[in-house]
């Protein structure tokens, strides 16, 4: 994917949905295979994965969404990663991954 220059900022927002996206698939995949669970290195590989995109990402994901700087598709994506972490939540603990630090409603801020 190609990344585009504008208001002076690289723009590489879908790549940073498809590859969050991603990491919420291959958690799901992980917390619902009871080998891989319990696959005490397998579960810390994915956490050092996971906790990189989440501080990296999913953070600036956030601080162009509170900018209002996302293109309207940006932002439906946005919302809908949003929600599929919501619904990750139970499987994040599940494991002792890293929680997102970044509010995943328009309601509350972590």
Not at 2 to 29: H, N, P, Y
Request: net charge neutral; hydrophobic share 40%.
């Amino acid at each position: 994917m190609s990344q585009e220059l504008t208001s002076g900022r690289a723009v590489s927002i879908d790549a940073d949905l498809d590859l969050l996206f991603d990491q919420v698939k291959q958690l799901l995949e992980l917390a619902c295979d009871p080998d891989k669970a319990h696959d005490s290195a397998r579960v810390y590989d994915f956490s050092i994965r996971w906790g990189t995109f989440l501080r990296g990402r999913l953070e600036r994901l956030a601080y162009y969404h509170n900018r209002a700087a996302l293109s309207a598709d940006e932002q439906a994506r946005y919302q809908a990663l949003r929600t599929e972490l919501r619904r990750a939540l139970p499987l994040v603990e599940q494991l002792g991954l890293a929680r997102p630090n970044v509010a995943l409603d328009d309601s509350s801020r972590r």
